[in-house]
């Protein structure tokens, strides 16, 4: 696995030179989710979709 540092290169060497730093914060804020989110999932560290609705219906009260 590459490092953080090698993957914000790639990152940005992927980015049209017309980039803003806006988008360049997004696509690596997403990029940092991804990894999260995979993390998350290989660890058991997730919930199912109906604990979701359950959790968001609470939120809505």
Not at 2 to 24: C, G, H, R, V
Not at 34 to 41: E, L, R, V
């Amino acid at each position: 696995m590459s490092t953080a540092k090698d993957q914000i290169k790639q990152i940005l060497e992927s980015q049209p030179d017309d980039s803003s730093y806006d988008d360049i914060l997004r696509e690596l804020a997403f990029k940092r989710m991804i990894i999260k989110g995979m993390s998350d999932q290989k660890s058991g560290a997730v919930i199912s979709n109906e604990d979701m609705k359950e959790r968001i219906r609470e939120w809505q009260k």
